[in-house]
Protein backbone atom coordinates (compact mmCIF):
# COMPACT_ATOMS: atom_id res chain seq x y z
CA UNK A 1 0.00 0.00 0.00
CA UNK A 2 2.95 2.60 0.84
CA UNK A 3 4.37 2.21 -2.68
CA UNK A 4 1.09 3.25 -4.26
CA UNK A 5 1.60 7.30 -3.75
CA UNK A 6 5.21 6.22 -4.67
CA UNK A 7 4.05 4.84 -7.76
CA UNK A 8 1.61 7.87 -8.69
CA UNK A 9 4.27 10.26 -8.41
CA UNK A 10 6.96 8.77 -10.40
CA UNK A 11 4.25 7.78 -13.40
CA UNK A 12 3.03 11.83 -12.30
CA UNK A 13 6.45 12.99 -12.82
CA UNK A 14 7.42 10.67 -16.11
CA UNK A 15 4.56 12.63 -17.84
CA UNK A 16 5.10 15.66 -16.66
CA UNK A 17 8.75 15.14 -17.46
CA UNK A 18 7.64 13.88 -21.16
CA UNK A 19 5.32 16.79 -21.87
CA UNK A 20 8.20 19.54 -20.73
CA UNK A 21 10.61 17.65 -23.17
CA UNK A 22 7.79 17.38 -26.02
CA UNK A 23 7.28 21.05 -25.44
CA UNK A 24 10.93 21.80 -25.42
CA UNK A 25 11.79 19.96 -28.30
CA UNK A 26 8.53 21.89 -30.30
CA UNK A 27 10.12 25.29 -28.85
CA UNK A 28 13.92 24.23 -30.44
CA UNK A 29 12.23 23.19 -34.03
CA UNK A 30 10.17 26.81 -34.35
CA UNK A 31 12.47 28.52 -33.02
CA UNK A 32 15.35 27.64 -35.26
CA UNK A 33 12.78 27.23 -38.42
CA UNK A 34 12.26 30.75 -36.94
CA UNK A 35 15.66 31.94 -37.02
CA UNK A 36 16.82 30.29 -39.98
CA UNK A 37 13.48 31.87 -41.81
CA UNK A 38 14.78 34.79 -40.26
CA UNK A 39 18.14 34.23 -41.79
CA UNK A 40 16.87 32.94 -45.15
CA UNK A 41 14.90 36.41 -45.49
CA UNK A 42 18.05 37.94 -44.71
CA UNK A 43 20.34 36.53 -47.52
CA UNK A 44 17.42 37.47 -49.83
CA UNK A 45 16.82 40.69 -48.69
CA UNK A 46 20.82 40.95 -49.07
CA UNK A 47 21.36 39.64 -52.44
CA UNK A 48 18.78 41.95 -53.39
CA UNK A 49 20.55 44.84 -52.12
CA UNK A 50 24.18 43.90 -52.42
CA UNK A 51 26.05 46.35 -54.26
CA UNK A 52 25.39 44.73 -58.26
CA UNK A 53 27.03 48.45 -59.87
CA UNK A 54 30.61 47.70 -58.26
CA UNK A 55 30.13 44.59 -57.29
CA UNK A 56 31.40 44.58 -53.91
CA UNK A 57 29.69 42.64 -51.48
CA UNK A 58 28.27 44.69 -48.23
CA UNK A 59 28.89 43.63 -44.80
CA UNK A 60 26.57 41.40 -43.23
CA UNK A 61 26.00 44.02 -40.41
CA UNK A 62 25.53 46.97 -42.74
CA UNK A 63 23.25 44.71 -45.17
CA UNK A 64 21.22 43.96 -41.19
CA UNK A 65 20.73 47.75 -40.93
CA UNK A 66 19.41 48.13 -44.32
CA UNK A 67 16.92 45.57 -44.69
CA UNK A 68 15.43 46.47 -41.06
CA UNK A 69 15.44 50.20 -41.75
CA UNK A 70 13.95 49.90 -44.99
CA UNK A 71 10.62 48.69 -43.37
CA UNK A 72 11.07 51.39 -40.40
CA UNK A 73 11.40 54.68 -43.12
CA UNK A 74 12.12 53.34 -46.61
CA UNK A 75 12.25 57.57 -47.93
CA UNK A 76 15.18 58.48 -45.81
CA UNK A 77 17.22 55.38 -46.12
CA UNK A 78 16.55 55.51 -49.95
CA UNK A 79 17.98 58.74 -49.68
CA UNK A 80 21.02 57.98 -47.27
CA UNK A 81 21.50 55.33 -49.01
CA UNK A 82 21.63 56.82 -52.51
CA UNK A 83 23.87 59.45 -51.30
CA UNK A 84 26.34 56.86 -50.61
CA UNK A 85 25.88 54.89 -53.41
CA UNK A 86 28.63 54.50 -56.08
CA UNK A 87 27.13 54.75 -59.69
CA UNK A 88 29.02 52.82 -62.46
CA UNK A 89 28.41 54.44 -65.75
CA UNK A 90 32.31 53.83 -67.21
CA UNK A 91 30.63 50.83 -69.18
CA UNK A 92 28.33 51.30 -71.53
CA UNK A 93 25.97 48.13 -69.74
CA UNK A 94 22.45 48.74 -71.31
CA UNK A 95 20.17 48.55 -68.55
CA UNK A 96 18.33 51.20 -69.68
CA UNK A 97 16.17 48.64 -72.18
CA UNK A 98 14.87 46.18 -69.44
CA UNK A 99 11.92 48.73 -68.27
CA UNK A 100 10.64 48.18 -72.43
CA UNK A 101 11.68 44.62 -72.65
CA UNK A 102 9.32 43.97 -69.51
CA UNK A 103 6.41 46.07 -70.98
CA UNK A 104 6.50 43.26 -73.66
CA UNK A 105 6.27 40.57 -71.45
CA UNK A 106 6.08 37.09 -72.94
CA UNK A 107 6.54 38.27 -76.58
CA UNK A 108 10.38 37.59 -76.85
CA UNK A 109 9.82 34.25 -74.78
CA UNK A 110 11.19 31.43 -76.48
CA UNK A 111 11.33 27.90 -75.57
CA UNK A 112 14.65 25.66 -76.43
CA UNK A 113 14.44 22.01 -75.81
CA UNK A 114 16.88 19.90 -75.08
CA UNK A 115 17.54 17.96 -78.37
CA UNK A 116 17.68 21.35 -79.65
CA UNK A 117 21.16 22.70 -80.56
CA UNK A 118 22.95 19.93 -80.51
CA UNK A 119 25.21 20.01 -84.05
CA UNK A 120 28.31 22.58 -84.27
CA UNK A 121 26.69 23.21 -87.72
CA UNK A 122 23.71 25.62 -88.74
CA UNK A 123 23.74 25.50 -92.19
CA UNK A 124 26.52 23.81 -94.17
CA UNK A 125 25.63 25.48 -97.63
CA UNK A 126 26.62 28.65 -96.54
CA UNK A 127 29.95 30.46 -96.02
CA UNK A 128 29.54 31.02 -92.41
CA UNK A 129 28.08 27.38 -91.63
CA UNK A 130 27.33 28.42 -87.78
CA UNK A 131 24.51 30.99 -88.85
CA UNK A 132 21.39 29.87 -88.13
CA UNK A 133 19.06 30.68 -90.87
CA UNK A 134 16.15 32.14 -88.48
CA UNK A 135 19.06 35.22 -87.18
CA UNK A 136 19.66 35.81 -91.08
CA UNK A 137 16.51 36.34 -91.58
CA UNK A 138 15.70 38.73 -88.82
CA UNK A 139 18.59 40.78 -89.31
CA UNK A 140 18.28 41.19 -93.36
CA UNK A 141 14.19 42.02 -92.08
CA UNK A 142 15.11 44.25 -89.66
CA UNK A 143 17.40 46.49 -91.52
CA UNK A 144 14.50 46.29 -94.47
CA UNK A 145 12.24 47.91 -92.21
CA UNK A 146 14.78 50.28 -90.38
CA UNK A 147 16.35 51.54 -93.33
CA UNK A 148 20.04 51.88 -91.99
CA UNK A 149 21.85 49.03 -94.56
CA UNK A 150 22.08 47.40 -97.52
CA UNK A 151 21.88 43.74 -97.17
CA UNK A 152 21.53 43.06 -100.89
CA UNK A 153 24.55 40.86 -102.15
CA UNK A 154 26.36 40.56 -98.76
CA UNK A 155 27.67 37.91 -96.31
CA UNK A 156 26.36 37.43 -93.12
CA UNK A 157 28.89 36.48 -90.71
CA UNK A 158 27.34 35.97 -87.24
CA UNK A 159 29.83 36.46 -84.00
CA UNK A 160 30.11 36.43 -80.62
CA UNK A 161 29.35 39.57 -80.22
CA UNK A 162 30.69 42.48 -82.64
CA UNK A 163 33.59 42.68 -80.32
CA UNK A 164 34.71 38.86 -81.92
CA UNK A 165 34.12 40.30 -85.50
CA UNK A 166 36.70 43.25 -84.90
CA UNK A 167 39.29 40.85 -84.40
CA UNK A 168 37.84 38.49 -86.88
CA UNK A 169 37.63 41.48 -89.31
CA UNK A 170 41.50 42.73 -88.75
CA UNK A 171 42.27 38.89 -88.96
CA UNK A 172 40.93 38.58 -92.74
CA UNK A 173 42.28 42.08 -93.74
CA UNK A 174 45.55 41.36 -92.34
CA UNK A 175 48.15 39.91 -94.99
CA UNK A 176 49.55 36.46 -93.12
CA UNK A 177 52.79 36.41 -95.21
CA UNK A 178 53.85 40.23 -94.64
CA UNK A 179 57.11 41.24 -93.39
CA UNK A 180 55.50 43.65 -90.90
CA UNK A 181 52.03 44.04 -89.29
CA UNK A 182 49.60 45.99 -90.83
CA UNK A 183 48.68 49.19 -88.68
CA UNK A 184 45.27 49.35 -87.26
CA UNK A 185 44.73 52.61 -86.47
CA UNK A 186 41.26 54.94 -85.73
CA UNK A 187 40.26 58.68 -85.67
CA UNK A 188 40.94 59.98 -81.91
CA UNK A 189 38.63 59.90 -79.87
CA UNK A 190 38.27 56.09 -80.66
CA UNK A 191 36.47 53.35 -79.14
CA UNK A 192 38.72 52.76 -76.27
CA UNK A 193 38.82 49.03 -76.41
CA UNK A 194 40.22 49.00 -79.88
CA UNK A 195 44.21 49.66 -79.13
CA UNK A 196 43.27 47.21 -76.04
CA UNK A 197 41.63 44.30 -78.54
CA UNK A 198 44.30 45.11 -81.39
CA UNK A 199 47.33 44.32 -79.18
CA UNK A 200 45.92 41.93 -76.65
CA UNK A 201 47.22 38.56 -78.29
CA UNK A 202 50.40 40.89 -79.86
CA UNK A 203 49.66 39.75 -83.36
CA UNK A 204 52.04 38.91 -85.87
CA UNK A 205 49.57 39.85 -88.78
CA UNK A 206 48.29 43.52 -87.35
CA UNK A 207 49.17 45.68 -84.74
CA UNK A 208 47.88 49.05 -83.02
CA UNK A 209 48.91 52.31 -85.22
CA UNK A 210 47.20 54.94 -82.52
CA UNK A 211 45.29 57.81 -83.90
CA UNK A 212 44.45 57.62 -87.42
CA UNK A 213 45.10 61.78 -87.42
CA UNK A 214 48.57 61.36 -87.22
CA UNK A 215 49.42 58.27 -88.85
CA UNK A 216 52.10 59.00 -91.57
CA UNK A 217 53.51 55.84 -92.83
CA UNK A 218 53.20 54.81 -96.29
CA UNK A 219 52.08 51.30 -96.31
CA UNK A 220 49.10 49.35 -96.00
CA UNK A 221 46.49 50.11 -92.96
CA UNK A 222 42.99 49.33 -91.57
CA UNK A 223 41.08 51.86 -90.11
CA UNK A 224 38.21 51.64 -87.82
CA UNK A 225 35.02 53.78 -88.18
CA UNK A 226 32.84 54.45 -85.89
CA UNK A 227 29.60 55.81 -86.54
CA UNK A 228 27.94 57.42 -84.37
CA UNK A 229 31.09 57.74 -82.93
CA UNK A 230 31.43 56.23 -79.05
CA UNK A 231 32.65 58.17 -77.74
CA UNK A 232 31.65 61.61 -79.06
CA UNK A 233 28.42 60.59 -80.49
CA UNK A 234 29.12 62.37 -84.00
CA UNK A 235 28.46 60.82 -87.32
CA UNK A 236 31.62 60.31 -88.84
CA UNK A 237 33.49 58.64 -91.91
CA UNK A 238 37.31 57.26 -92.24
CA UNK A 239 39.40 60.10 -91.89
CA UNK A 240 43.18 58.93 -93.74
CA UNK A 241 40.88 57.82 -97.42
CA UNK A 242 44.22 56.74 -99.21
CA UNK A 243 44.57 54.07 -101.85
CA UNK A 244 46.25 51.22 -99.81
CA UNK A 245 43.92 51.02 -96.92
CA UNK A 246 40.89 48.80 -95.76
CA UNK A 247 38.42 49.97 -94.00
CA UNK A 248 36.08 48.46 -91.30
CA UNK A 249 32.42 50.32 -90.19
CA UNK A 250 31.69 49.84 -86.84
CA UNK A 251 27.69 51.08 -86.81
CA UNK A 252 27.18 49.82 -83.16
CA UNK A 253 24.86 52.91 -82.68
CA UNK A 254 23.18 53.84 -86.04
CA UNK A 255 19.84 52.95 -85.31
CA UNK A 256 17.46 55.52 -84.99
CA UNK A 257 16.74 55.84 -81.36
CA UNK A 258 20.39 57.36 -81.31
CA UNK A 259 20.55 58.91 -84.36
CA UNK A 260 19.15 60.00 -87.66
CA UNK A 261 19.02 57.31 -90.09
CA UNK A 262 20.35 59.24 -93.37
CA UNK A 263 20.52 56.27 -95.76
CA UNK A 264 21.75 52.91 -95.45
CA UNK A 265 25.09 52.23 -94.98
CA UNK A 266 27.05 50.19 -97.78
CA UNK A 267 30.34 49.79 -97.25
CA UNK A 268 33.16 46.56 -97.53
CA UNK A 269 32.74 45.57 -93.68
CA UNK A 270 29.98 46.86 -91.23
CA UNK A 271 29.27 45.79 -88.31
CA UNK A 272 26.37 45.36 -85.76
CA UNK A 273 25.42 44.20 -82.87
CA UNK A 274 22.12 43.45 -80.29
CA UNK A 275 24.13 44.72 -77.43
CA UNK A 276 23.32 48.45 -78.24
CA UNK A 277 20.47 48.20 -80.87
CA UNK A 278 18.19 46.49 -78.76
CA UNK A 279 20.07 46.31 -75.59
CA UNK A 280 20.67 42.77 -75.24
CA UNK A 281 24.35 42.57 -74.59
CA UNK A 282 24.30 39.29 -72.05
CA UNK A 283 22.90 37.49 -75.30
CA UNK A 284 26.79 38.10 -77.34
CA UNK A 285 26.19 38.28 -80.43
CA UNK A 286 26.65 40.89 -83.17
CA UNK A 287 26.69 40.24 -87.00
CA UNK A 288 28.87 41.48 -90.02
CA UNK A 289 27.61 42.61 -93.36
CA UNK A 290 30.47 41.68 -95.90
CA UNK A 291 31.03 42.65 -99.67
CA UNK A 292 33.53 40.50 -100.31
CA UNK A 293 33.28 36.71 -100.07
CA UNK A 294 37.26 36.22 -99.20
CA UNK A 295 36.87 38.53 -96.56
CA UNK A 296 33.68 36.33 -95.05
CA UNK A 297 35.24 33.06 -95.47
CA UNK A 298 38.36 34.35 -93.55
CA UNK A 299 36.31 36.31 -90.99
CA UNK A 300 34.44 32.65 -90.78
CA UNK A 301 37.47 30.60 -90.10
CA UNK A 302 38.86 33.10 -87.32
CA UNK A 303 35.90 32.63 -85.41
CA UNK A 304 35.81 28.80 -86.54
CA UNK A 305 39.49 28.63 -84.58
CA UNK A 306 38.75 30.81 -81.88
CA UNK A 307 35.73 29.44 -80.78
CA UNK A 308 34.07 26.62 -83.41
CA UNK A 309 30.98 28.83 -84.05
CA UNK A 310 28.46 31.13 -82.43
CA UNK A 311 26.30 30.06 -79.67
CA UNK A 312 23.35 28.52 -81.42
CA UNK A 313 20.57 29.25 -78.37
CA UNK A 314 21.77 32.94 -78.71
CA UNK A 315 21.33 33.15 -81.57
CA UNK A 316 18.15 31.80 -81.86
CA UNK A 317 17.46 33.79 -78.78
CA UNK A 318 18.53 37.37 -80.84
CA UNK A 319 16.07 36.24 -83.98
CA UNK A 320 13.11 36.76 -81.68
CA UNK A 321 14.14 39.99 -80.47
CA UNK A 322 14.78 41.40 -83.32
CA UNK A 323 11.48 39.80 -85.14
CA UNK A 324 9.55 41.35 -82.02
CA UNK A 325 11.32 44.73 -82.70
CA UNK A 326 10.52 44.49 -86.61
CA UNK A 327 7.18 43.84 -85.76
CA UNK A 328 6.61 46.17 -83.28
CA UNK A 329 7.61 48.69 -85.82
CA UNK A 330 5.03 47.57 -88.21
CA UNK A 331 2.26 47.10 -85.78
CA UNK A 332 2.57 50.56 -84.68
CA UNK A 333 0.45 52.04 -86.87
CA UNK A 334 -2.21 49.26 -86.03
CA UNK A 335 -2.02 50.43 -82.10
CA UNK A 336 -1.57 46.44 -81.37
CA UNK A 337 1.76 47.45 -79.83
CA UNK A 338 4.36 50.25 -78.93
CA UNK A 339 6.80 50.38 -80.93
CA UNK A 340 10.69 49.98 -80.01
CA UNK A 341 12.22 52.43 -81.69
CA UNK A 342 10.07 55.11 -81.03
CA UNK A 343 9.49 54.39 -77.37
CA UNK A 344 13.70 54.23 -76.82
CA UNK A 345 13.88 57.72 -78.86
CA UNK A 346 11.38 58.97 -75.94
CA UNK A 347 13.23 57.56 -73.14
CA UNK A 348 16.95 59.09 -74.90
CA UNK A 349 15.18 62.33 -75.88
CA UNK A 350 14.28 62.97 -72.31
CA UNK A 351 17.32 61.59 -70.53
CA UNK A 352 19.34 64.38 -73.00
CA UNK A 353 16.99 67.04 -72.15
CA UNK A 354 17.65 66.82 -68.23
CA UNK A 355 21.30 66.47 -69.01
CA UNK A 356 21.66 69.72 -71.44
CA UNK A 357 19.22 70.97 -68.32
CA UNK A 358 21.87 69.91 -65.40
CA UNK A 359 25.15 71.09 -67.32
CA UNK A 360 23.36 74.22 -68.11
CA UNK A 361 23.32 74.55 -63.91
CA UNK A 362 26.93 73.89 -63.18
CA UNK A 363 28.85 75.35 -66.11
CA UNK A 364 31.58 73.16 -64.98
CA UNK A 365 31.54 70.80 -68.42
CA UNK A 366 31.20 71.38 -71.98
CA UNK A 367 29.18 69.05 -74.34
CA UNK A 368 28.61 69.68 -78.22
CA UNK A 369 25.41 70.49 -79.49
CA UNK A 370 24.21 68.34 -82.36
CA UNK A 371 22.66 69.48 -85.35
CA UNK A 372 19.22 67.30 -86.28
CA UNK A 373 19.08 65.75 -89.17
CA UNK A 374 16.18 63.65 -91.74
CA UNK A 375 15.42 60.41 -90.40
CA UNK A 376 14.56 57.96 -93.05
CA UNK A 377 12.81 55.65 -90.46
CA UNK A 378 10.67 58.38 -88.75
CA UNK A 379 10.66 60.58 -91.63
CA UNK A 380 10.80 63.56 -90.15
CA UNK A 381 14.20 65.40 -88.52
CA UNK A 382 14.80 63.84 -85.13
CA UNK A 383 18.11 64.64 -82.83
CA UNK A 384 21.13 63.23 -82.40
CA UNK A 385 20.92 60.98 -79.05
CA UNK A 386 24.11 59.22 -78.12
CA UNK A 387 24.61 56.38 -75.83
CA UNK A 388 26.98 58.74 -74.23
CA UNK A 389 28.25 62.06 -72.77
CA UNK A 390 31.13 63.33 -74.13
CA UNK A 391 32.25 66.19 -71.30
CA UNK A 392 34.83 68.21 -71.23
CA UNK A 393 35.64 70.53 -68.20
CA UNK A 394 36.43 73.38 -68.08
CA UNK A 395 37.39 76.07 -64.97
CA UNK A 396 41.31 74.18 -65.49
CA UNK A 397 39.79 70.69 -64.29
CA UNK A 398 42.86 69.03 -65.70
CA UNK A 399 41.19 65.48 -64.32
CA UNK A 400 37.63 65.01 -65.17
CA UNK A 401 37.05 61.76 -64.13
CA UNK A 402 39.07 62.23 -60.99
CA UNK A 403 36.12 65.04 -60.32
CA UNK A 404 33.15 62.61 -61.14
CA UNK A 405 34.53 60.20 -58.55
CA UNK A 406 34.98 62.49 -55.98
CA UNK A 407 30.99 63.04 -56.48
CA UNK A 408 31.20 58.96 -56.84
CA UNK A 409 30.33 58.69 -60.60
CA UNK A 410 32.33 56.26 -61.92
CA UNK A 411 33.28 56.97 -65.70
CA UNK A 412 35.93 56.35 -68.55
CA UNK A 413 38.69 59.54 -69.18
CA UNK A 414 40.21 60.45 -71.78
CA UNK A 415 43.51 58.61 -71.98
CA UNK A 416 41.59 55.41 -72.66
CA UNK A 417 40.20 56.93 -75.97
CA UNK A 418 43.44 58.42 -76.87
CA UNK A 419 42.73 62.39 -75.97
CA UNK A 420 43.34 64.10 -72.47
CA UNK A 421 42.03 63.94 -69.25
CA UNK A 422 40.05 67.13 -69.26
CA UNK A 423 37.46 64.58 -71.52
CA UNK A 424 34.86 62.06 -69.88
CA UNK A 425 32.64 59.53 -71.29
CA UNK A 426 30.03 58.58 -69.46
CA UNK A 427 27.47 56.17 -70.33
CA UNK A 428 23.46 57.08 -70.69
CA UNK A 429 22.21 54.02 -70.54
CA UNK A 430 21.80 52.97 -66.92
CA UNK A 431 18.72 52.20 -64.99
CA UNK A 432 16.26 55.29 -64.80
CA UNK A 433 17.55 55.28 -60.64
CA UNK A 434 21.43 55.19 -61.89
CA UNK A 435 20.60 57.99 -64.40
CA UNK A 436 18.82 60.00 -62.18
CA UNK A 437 21.10 59.88 -59.22
CA UNK A 438 23.66 60.81 -62.31
CA UNK A 439 21.56 63.96 -62.88
CA UNK A 440 21.15 65.28 -59.26
CA UNK A 441 24.83 64.97 -58.74
CA UNK A 442 25.68 67.01 -61.55
CA UNK A 443 22.90 69.25 -60.62
CA UNK A 444 24.24 69.76 -57.49
CA UNK A 445 28.37 69.72 -58.35
CA UNK A 446 30.63 72.74 -57.26
CA UNK A 447 33.99 73.46 -57.63
C1 LIG B 1 31.61 51.04 -80.93
C2 LIG B 1 31.46 49.73 -80.29
N1 LIG B 1 31.80 48.62 -80.97
C3 LIG B 1 31.70 47.40 -80.45
C4 LIG B 1 31.26 47.22 -79.15
C5 LIG B 1 31.20 45.83 -78.58
O1 LIG B 1 29.91 45.35 -78.56
P1 LIG B 1 29.54 43.82 -78.30
O2 LIG B 1 28.83 43.80 -76.99
O3 LIG B 1 28.68 43.43 -79.43
O4 LIG B 1 30.81 43.02 -78.27
C6 LIG B 1 30.90 48.33 -78.39
C7 LIG B 1 30.46 48.16 -77.02
O5 LIG B 1 30.40 49.07 -76.23
C8 LIG B 1 31.00 49.61 -78.97
O6 LIG B 1 30.69 50.71 -78.29
Redesign the pocket.
Known amino acids: MSKLPNMFSIKHFLVVSLALNISLILRIVYDNEDGLGGYMRLRKTTTYESDTESRTEVPITHRLRLSTSNFANSTSTDHAEDRDRVINLDH?DPKMYDKFWRKMGDKTTITIPGWQSISYFSDTTNICWFLEPEFAKEVVRLHNVVGNAVTEGRYIVVGT????L?LAALYALSSHNAAEPIDVVSAAPY?S?YPLMTDFQKSGHYKWGGDARSFDKDGPYIELV?SPN?PEGHKTGPVLNRSNGLLIH?L??YWPHYTPISSPSDHDIT?F????STGH?GL???WALVKDQDVAKRMTKFIELNTIGVSKDSQLRAAKVLKVVSNSTEEENTQEGESFFKYNYEVMEQRWKQLRAALEANGLFTVANFPNGFCTFFNKKTENLPAFVWMKCEKDIEDCQSLLSQHKIMSRGGKHFGVSQRYVRVSLLDTDENFNLFIDRLSAMQL
Open positions: GGSSQIYSTNDAYLTVSKARIG
